[in-house]
């Protein structure tokens, strides 16, 4: 039997802990800008928001109130379900309050649907947005979809298991549950300090990109915005163009250092931290997610050397040498490989070969253990030596081969999720393409494949009708909720919201 009143107590919470967040948003754009015209619709908006979410807290929390806090793996796999799905449809009641304050009837937030696809987007670091202008959103609004980035990166569950220590043993399924990879492992003995770590480590580095961001020529409130979205890999930006925008070296050079970092396991960090940088370098993954970054930033330099750029402003470059092709070829790399999604040029103009080597980043996504999407490259690689290992039998029937990953071996279990996850993937990909494409008449495989690509495995852009200048605010209400569905899928990894649909879940079998 599943402890629903457990499960709904601690919805509650997350639902505070996030009505929170809002809180300190509104209180941070007070502070920044004040009581200035322009901004008072979306303060608005956010503090009914707020206080919507306290009573729906609140009532939630009573109903468990009384009880200790059961967490047994039913309830945890629910827990971090609902958390995701209720909390996209709390994070996108601003949007829809502040169009109806703003009266702005015509706009994408005027439905329901919209907002809960870019708060769903925002949450779980997505960036796949409705909006084509963006810049045009009060600065309210902006900063809380940074925010909601911000929260998604290393997970809103993660942040409560940190913040709340009754959890105990329910607390270390649901940071295995949230944390994304093969093997969520700990990197101290307790989950609560483990959980705790992560966020300093995720705290530190969002504030030393903040002040680069800021010395090289943003103002703060673009740097913030900015920097949330790329340490959570996620892809929102301040301007239409994305970081495209503002046209500098020294930001795009930033924000590629940033958006690599983001992608490794954190785990390395701590192993730096205490001094062991030469295990933290042996890490296979952290080699593997290193040289396909490089090799593909040479592939696709190579690509579209001697071509015109299209820049995300909408200007056309000379002829792009060897300088221009390493800066435009690296940064878009670099953006897709760790679902970041930003975008310094229109990739969808580049040639096949550029925009198939970024079709598959987008499948192998960054390091498990980070705030990137995908299936991640410790995934790929124990996929790919499977698969070798079972060619190799077809000849060698009598050989038994170990499959290693560095110096440990892939037990047959890990092995056998290993191929499931790739599997299910692949599925939910082809299944999502299908559907979009019955949903949407006249749309054509490009554009719904890279869509259900990009959503599913996090990443925001892709090609075609969904492409670096293109938005998602053209698909219809189901089509929308069907992204915002894969988002959620991708995020937790997708067996967290699929065994939902088995009855024996349900029956405590």
Same mark, same amino acid.
Request: proline share 3%; with cysteine; glycine share 12%.
């Given at each position: 039997?599943?402890?629903?009143?457990?499960?709904?107590?601690?919805?509650?919470?997350?639902?505070?802990?996030?009505?929170?967040?809002?809180?300190?948003?509104?209180?941070?754009?007070?502070?920044?800008?004040?009581?200035?015209?322009?901004?008072?619709?979306?303060?608005?908006?956010?503090?009914?928001?707020?206080?919507?979410?306290?009573?729906?807290?609140?009532?939630?929390?009573?109903?468990?109130?009384?009880?200790?806090?059961?967490?047994?793996?039913?309830?945890?796999?629910?827990?971090?379900?609902?958390?995701?799905?209720?909390?996209?449809?709390?994070?996108?009641?601003?949007?829809?309050?502040?169009?109806?304050?703003?009266?702005?009837?015509?706009?994408?937030?005027?439905?329901?649907?919209?907002?809960?696809?870019?708060?769903?987007?925002?949450?779980?670091?997505?960036?796949?947005?409705?909006?084509?202008?963006?810049?045009?959103?009060?600065?309210?609004?902006?900063?809380?979809?940074?925010?909601?980035?911000?929260?998604?990166?290393?997970?809103?569950?993660?942040?409560?298991?940190?913040?709340?220590?009754?959890?105990?043993?329910?607390?270390?399924?649901?940071?295995?549950?949230?944390?994304?990879?093969?093997?969520?492992?700990?990197?101290?003995?307790?989950?609560?300090?483990?959980?705790?770590?992560?966020?300093?480590?995720?705290?530190?580095?969002?504030?030393?990109?903040?002040?680069?961001?800021?010395?090289? *020529?943003?103002? &703060?409130?673009?740097?913030?915005?900015?920097?949330? %979205?790329?340490?959570? $890999?996620? =892809? +929102?930006? @301040? !301007?239409?163009?994305?970081?495209?925008?503002?046209?500098?070296?020294?930001?795009?050079?930033?924000?590629?250092?940033?958006?690599?970092?983001?992608?490794?396991?954190?785990?390395?960090?701590?192993?730096?931290?205490?001094?062991?940088?030469?295990?933290?370098?042996?890490?296979?993954?952290?080699?593997?997610?290193?040289?396909?970054?490089?090799?593909?930033?040479?592939?696709?330099?190579?690509?579209?050397?001697?071509?015109?750029?299209?820049?995300?402003?909408?200007?056309?470059?000379?002829?792009?040498?060897? *300088?221009?092709? &390493?800066?435009?070829?690296?940064?878009?790399?670099? %953006?897709?490989?760790? $679902?970041? =999604? +930003?975008? @310094? !040029?229109?990739?969808?103009?580049?040639?096949?070969?550029?925009?198939?080597?970024?079709?598959?980043?987008?499948?192998?996504?960054?390091?498990?253990?980070?705030?990137?999407?995908?299936?991640?490259?410790?995934?790929?690689?124990?996929?790919?030596?499977?698969?070798?290992?079972?060619?190799?039998?077809?000849?060698?029937?009598?050989?038994?081969?170990?499959?290693?990953?560095?110096?440990?071996?892939?037990?047959?279990?890990?092995?056998?999720?290993?191929?499931?996850?790739?599997?299910?993937?692949?599925?939910?990909?082809?299944?999502?393409?299908?559907?979009?494409?019955?949903?949407?008449?006249?749309?054509?495989?490009?554009?719904?494949? @890279? !869509?259900?690509?990009?959503?599913?495995?996090?990443?925001?852009?892709?090609?075609?009708?969904?492409?670096?200048?293109?938005?998602?605010?053209?698909?219809?209400?189901?089509?929308?909720?069907?992204?915002?569905?894969?988002?959620?899928?991708?995020?937790?990894?997708?067996?967290?919201?699929?065994?939902?649909?088995?009855?024996?879940?349900?029956?405590?079998?």
């Amino acid at each position: 039997m599943i402890h629903v009143r457990s499960v709904l107590r601690l919805v509650g919470l997350l639902t505070l802990v996030l009505s929170g967040s809002m809180l300190l948003t509104t209180l941070a754009i007070l502070a920044w800008f004040g009581m200035q015209p322009t901004e008072l619709a979306a303060k608005k908006a956010l503090l009914v928001t707020v206080a919507a979410g306290v009573v729906i807290g609140l009532a939630l929390w009573l109903v468990g109130y009384g009880r200790k806090a059961y967490l047994g793996r039913r309830e945890a796999l629910l827990l971090v379900a609902i958390s995701w799905l209720i909390g996209a449809a709390l994070a996108g009641m601003p949007y829809r309050m502040w169009a109806l304050f703003a009266s702005a009837d015509d706009h994408q937030f005027s439905s329901m649907v919209s907002c809960y696809f870019e708060a769903m987007s925002g949450l779980t670091t997505t960036g796949a947005t409705v909006l084509g202008d963006v810049s045009a959103l009060p600065r309210a609004l902006l900063l809380w979809r940074a925010t909601t980035h911000w929260l998604g990166g290393l997970g809103i569950v993660v942040l409560f298991v940190a913040v709340l220590p009754t959890l105990g043993v329910g607390g270390k399924r649901l940071f295995q549950i949230e944390a994304p990879g093969p093997a969520s492992q700990g990197v101290r003995p307790r989950i609560r300090e483990t959980a705790r770590m992560l966020w300093l480590i995720y705290l530190v580095l969002t504030v030393a990109q903040v002040m680069l961001l800021w010395s090289a *020529g943003m103002n &703060i409130f673009d740097a913030v915005c900015h920097t949330f %979205a790329t340490m959570a $890999t996620g =892809g +929102f930006s @301040t !301007a239409g163009a994305s970081v495209g925008a503002f046209d500098s070296i020294a930001i795009d050079t930033i924000v590629i250092v940033f958006m690599l970092l983001a992608g490794v396991n954190f785990g390395v960090y701590y192993l730096v931290l205490r001094g062991k940088a030469r295990a933290a370098w042996r890490d296979p993954e952290l080699r593997l997610y290193l040289l396909i970054l490089l090799v593909a930033t040479l592939i696709v330099a190579w690509d579209i050397h001697g071509r015109p750029v299209v820049l995300m402003t909408g200007g056309t470059g000379e002829a792009a040498g060897v *300088g221009e092709a &390493i800066r435009y070829g690296a940064f878009q790399v670099v %953006a897709v490989q760790t $679902t970041t =999604g +930003f975008c @310094t !040029a229109d990739f969808d103009r580049w040639g096949v070969l550029s925009r198939g080597v970024l079709v598959v980043l987008m499948f192998v996504g960054a390091s498990a253990g980070s705030t990137g999407g995908g299936i991640k490259v410790i995934r790929c690689f124990i996929a790919l030596k499977v698969l070798l290992a079972e060619f190799e039998r077809v000849f060698r029937p009598n050989v038994v081969r170990t499959v290693n990953v560095g110096r440990w071996s892939v037990d047959p279990e890990l092995k056998l999720t290993t191929l499931a996850y790739v599997l299910g993937v692949g599925a939910l990909f082809a299944i999502g393409t299908f559907v979009l494409m019955m949903i949407e008449p006249g749309l054509d495989l490009t554009s719904a494949a @890279t !869509a259900s690509a990009a959503t599913l495995n996090n990443v925001g852009p892709g090609l075609g009708d969904v492409g670096a200048v293109k938005n998602y605010g053209w698909f219809s209400g189901p089509s929308k909720i069907l992204l915002s569905l894969l988002m959620a899928l991708g995020r937790l990894e997708i067996f967290a919201i699929l065994v939902l649909l088995m009855p024996s879940f349900w029956r405590g079998e």
